[in-house]
């Protein structure tokens, strides 16, 4: 059990890195006249009083708390050694006492019962002084580059608390945390976001990084916290790395607890929880890259009439030629393309073969699948051969396929399968993507298809079809973007070895 009792330390170890890993926690914490302490973050006070979210609002907020009476502490991040007698000396994890803050840079506070002023910076992160220098920093790329961190600040806050409620100081190993995983499990889906950002962020800080001001302005941050010797890059990915490592330290836990334990269960449902939180995640990130393709796709279809085709679809799953028979007997020889609620038709250019007109679309909400065997079909009076059929449920219209070999036929069918499988899955996953996503993913297409020849250009290849297995059988991958090694490493990040000066030479993004 000495080995189950460590990996519960771990976990309280684990997310207290979590929440402080940016440069900072929330800045204080207030005690009530019975000695009890409640947390308040930064945020919520500015919830309670919009005055607080001006310039200097955190000072603000600090002294009027202490003139309403509350103790106000905050925690020290790293130690300050001092040898002046008017500045208080504290070791990394102190908890300080605040009683006066009118100062940005200095705040007058007490420990062991000594009073002297300590530096204010050390409660400050990255985001904080980015903020700061508006002249260097737009909102967009702040967005950018820090994506939703806070709320994953703010989430990971009350998991940390969950956490160490269900941990035993005394006994580790009766510990039982697996029920905190089930109860946060909907709030991990905030990490699907951020995860999604991290691509853009890392791009967005390569172009800062090639200006000097830049790397020398994150290498500040970094020293005036007292950050161990990584560059911001590495700490961004921070969040990517621990929401992959979830499954393998609960499959590790559960390697430990025997089935006597009284947390076994509730560890292996959270297993189970993390592993579909991890698969949530690939999925919307396959979906984003899905969109820009389709995106790219649409742009080059000539006549394009009604609504984009991303305004209800986010994958295509199958395409081909097929022959289709009209009421009045006739046939169309058209190219199809099979995405997730849509059955788009196309058709080729006389001459050059490899550009498609758009011909209309299908809702296959709407369609019943009919499969037909060789011969007269009664609706159509039409001998037909590897046929089958869509019926829409509204309108009792009846549409009729051809395919030219009965596997090509085979194929269709099951895609149509898989079209319906892969809707309900979203559906039962929470699948969406943004309608900002979207627009960005059309614009972006139309950008990169503006100012060519308005003479017939090649069209771009189809989407590649998305052939996957049904959402339980799927492995946990991480985004493409970000390499195994570094996910999957459960050690911490590598310390540079560089001297300070050394470290401005050294500072781009995700170096193999």
Same mark, same amino acid.
């Given at each position: 059990?000495?080995?189950?009792?460590?990996?519960?330390?771990?976990?309280?170890?684990?997310?207290?890195? +979590?929440?402080?890993?940016?440069?900072?926690?929330?800045?204080?914490?207030?005690?009530?006249?019975?000695?009890?302490?409640?947390?308040?973050?930064?945020?919520?006070?500015? @919830?309670?009083?919009?005055?607080?979210?001006?310039?200097?609002?955190?000072?603000?907020?600090? &002294?009027?708390?202490?003139?309403?009476? &509350?103790? %106000?502490?905050?925690?020290?991040?790293?130690?300050?050694?001092?040898?002046?007698?008017?500045? +208080?000396?504290?070791?990394?994890?102190?908890?300080?006492? %605040?009683?006066?803050?009118?100062?940005?840079?200095?705040?007058?506070?007490?420990?062991?019962?000594?009073?002297?002023?300590?530096?204010?910076?050390?409660?400050? =992160?990255?985001?904080?002084?980015?903020?700061?220098?508006?002249?260097?920093?737009? %909102?967009?790329?702040?967005?950018?580059?820090?994506?939703?961190?806070?709320?994953?600040?703010?989430?990971?806050?009350?998991?940390?608390?969950?956490?160490?409620?269900?941990? &035993?100081?005394?006994?580790?190993? +009766?510990?039982?945390?697996?029920?905190?995983? +089930?109860?946060?499990?909907?709030? *991990?889906?905030?990490?699907?976001?951020?995860?999604?950002?991290?691509?853009?962020?890392?791009?967005?800080?390569?172009?800062?990084?090639?200006?000097?001001?830049?790397?020398?302005?994150?290498?500040?941050?970094?020293?005036?916290? @007292?950050?161990?010797?990584?560059?911001?890059? =590495?700490?961004?990915?921070?969040?990517?790395?621990?929401?992959?490592?979830?499954?393998?330290?609960?499959?590790?836990?559960?390697?430990?607890?025997?089935?006597?334990?009284?947390?076994?269960?509730? #560890?292996?449902?959270?297993?189970?929880?993390?592993?579909?939180?991890?698969?949530?995640?690939?999925?919307?990130?396959?979906?984003?890259?899905?969109?820009?393709?389709?995106?790219?796709?649409? #742009?080059?279809?000539?006549?394009?009439?009604?609504?984009?085709?991303?305004?209800?679809?986010?994958?295509?799953?199958?395409?081909?030629?097929?022959?289709?028979?009209?009421?009045?007997?006739?046939?169309?020889?058209?190219?199809?393309?099979?995405?997730?609620?849509?059955?788009?038709?196309?058709?080729?250019?006389?001459?050059?073969?490899?550009?498609?007109?758009?011909?209309?679309?299908?809702?296959?909400?709407?369609?019943?699948?009919?499969?037909? =065997?060789?011969?007269?079909?009664?609706?159509?009076?039409?001998? #037909?051969?590897?046929?089958?059929?869509?019926?829409?449920?509204?309108?009792?219209? %009846?549409?009729?396929?051809?395919?030219?070999?009965?596997?090509?036929?085979?194929?269709?069918?099951?895609?149509?399968?898989?079209?319906?499988?892969? #809707?309900?899955?979203?559906?039962?996953?929470?699948?969406?993507?943004?309608?900002?996503?979207?627009?960005?993913?059309?614009?972006?297409?139309?950008?990169?298809?503006?100012?060519?020849?308005?003479?017939? &250009?090649?069209?771009?290849?189809?989407?590649?079809?998305?052939?996957?297995?049904?959402?339980? @059988?799927?492995?946990?991958?991480?985004?493409?973007?970000?390499?195994?090694?570094?996910? *999957?490493?459960?050690?911490?990040?590598?310390?540079?070895?560089?001297?300070?000066?050394?470290?401005?030479?050294?500072?781009?993004?995700?170096?193999?």
């Amino acid at each position: 059990m000495v080995a189950r009792g460590e990996i519960a330390r771990f976990w309280s170890l684990e997310s207290l890195h +979590l929440v402080s890993s940016d440069g900072g926690t929330e800045p204080s914490a207030l005690v009530d006249d019975n000695g009890s302490e409640e947390d308040f973050s930064y945020e919520d006070l500015c @919830q309670a009083n919009p005055r607080y979210l001006q310039p200097g609002g955190e000072q603000l907020a600090i &002294n009027e708390l202490i003139s309403d009476g &509350n103790v %106000v502490c905050a925690e020290a991040l790293w130690d300050h050694v001092t040898m002046d007698d008017q500045e +208080l000396g504290f070791k990394a994890g102190d908890v300080i006492q %605040v009683l006066e803050a009118s100062n940005k840079d200095w705040w007058w506070g007490r420990s062991e019962d000594k009073e002297a002023w300590f530096p204010a910076s050390f409660v400050r =992160g990255y985001l904080r002084q980015c903020r700061k220098h508006t002249g260097m920093f737009t %909102v967009a790329q702040l967005a950018t580059i820090f994506g939703n961190i806070e709320d994953i600040y703010k989430f990971q806050r009350k998991f940390l608390k969950d956490l160490e409620k269900q941990y &035993n100081k005394e006994e580790p190993h +009766l510990s039982e945390i697996g029920s905190c995983f +089930l109860q946060n499990q909907e709030g *991990f889906a905030i990490y699907s976001e951020y995860c999604n950002n991290h691509p853009g962020a890392c791009l967005e800080l390569a172009n800062l990084m090639k200006q000097g001001k830049y790397r020398h302005f994150f290498e500040a941050c970094r020293l005036l916290q @007292q950050m161990i010797d990584i560059a911001i890059d =590495g700490f961004l990915l921070t969040p990517v790395q621990k929401i992959c490592k979830y499954p393998l330290q609960l499959a590790e836990l559960l390697k430990y607890t025997t089935q006597e334990h009284g947390d076994y269960s509730n #560890v292996k449902a959270a297993y189970e929880a993390m592993k579909n939180v991890a698969c949530l995640i690939n999925e919307r990130k396959r979906k984003l890259e899905s969109i820009d393709k389709i995106a790219r796709w649409q #742009v080059s279809i000539v006549g394009w009439e009604g609504l984009d085709i991303l305004d209800r679809s986010s994958e295509l799953i199958h395409s081909g030629e097929l022959t289709k028979i009209t009421k009045q007997g006739k046939s169309q020889q058209r190219m199809f393309f099979l995405f997730d609620h849509q059955l788009v038709s196309c058709k080729k250019d006389l001459l050059r073969r490899d550009m498609l007109y758009y011909k209309g679309r299908l809702d296959m909400d709407e369609m019943e699948l009919v499969d037909l =065997g060789d011969g007269r079909d009664k609706d159509c009076n039409l001998s #037909v051969k590897n046929a089958f059929k869509l019926v829409s449920r509204t309108t009792d219209e %009846v549409y009729l396929f051809c395919a030219k070999k009965q596997e090509d036929k085979a194929r269709w069918l099951q895609a149509c399968a898989d079209e319906r499988r892969r #809707v309900q899955e979203d559906q039962e996953m929470g699948m969406e993507i943004s309608e900002n996503q979207k627009k960005l993913a059309m614009l972006n297409a139309q950008k990169a298809g503006h100012g060519k020849s308005k003479g017939y &250009n090649r069209c771009p290849v189809a989407p590649p079809h998305q052939s996957l297995h049904p959402i339980h @059988q799927r492995h946990i991958t991480m985004p493409t973007s970000v390499p195994q090694q570094q996910v *999957f490493g459960l050690a911490e990040p590598k310390r540079k070895p560089s001297l300070f000066w050394h470290t401005f030479n050294r500072l781009t993004p995700f170096r193999k």
